[in-house]
């Protein structure tokens, strides 16, 4: 194996890379049987779409100040916002190849499925989503539904708040250490 090897994944004019001589065996397990390219290529499959009409639908329910768009208000929707829509889509796979791309390099990803849980970042995940649910509450006075937005959602909050967060992960783990049971 070469001294130095870097994998880089491209798209939409931004590079995903990372020097192999930093990941650890899992990580390089999981590539060796998946590739590069072609996980980070799976972790957007569809999204685009997806992304898309999500960004479509809720343009068109605040142009005609509807529920239910109709086919026509849709249509209409997507090309008055067709560059907002892009810069959605973009953002939205952006974060998700970033995200994809530090799991590997974690070595949070392996063979056979998603990885064993790391129960800190689960834990500091669910505070940033309970910080989402809040935050929008207080803006619109409901919960959020829970979609591929919300997780974005949460991982943008899980990003810019970290310190805020881990303070608060290892407030409750202290709590929790203090509560004694038998196993």
Known sequence: MPKHLAMKYEYNQNVYSVDADTL????????????????????IAGRAKKTAETETLRFAKLDFKVDNPTADQLDTAATTH???IEAAVKQE?????????DAIQAGSIQVGGGGQRNPYE????????EMVVAAFIDKTGKKPKKDDAFDTLVDNALVKYRADVEKEAEARQKRVAKIKIEI
């Not at 065996?25 to 972790?43: I, N, R």
């Not at 689960?122 to 989503?129: D, Q, S, V």
């Open 24 to 43: 650890g065996e899992t990580a390089l397990d999981y590539l060796v049987e998946y590739g590069w390219k072609q996980s980070m290529g799976d972790s």
């Open 82 to 84: 067709a560059s907002d």
């Open 93 to 101: 796979l952006h974060a998700i190849l970033t995200k994809r791309r």
């Open 122 to 129: 689960t834990l500091c995940w669910n505070i940033a989503a």
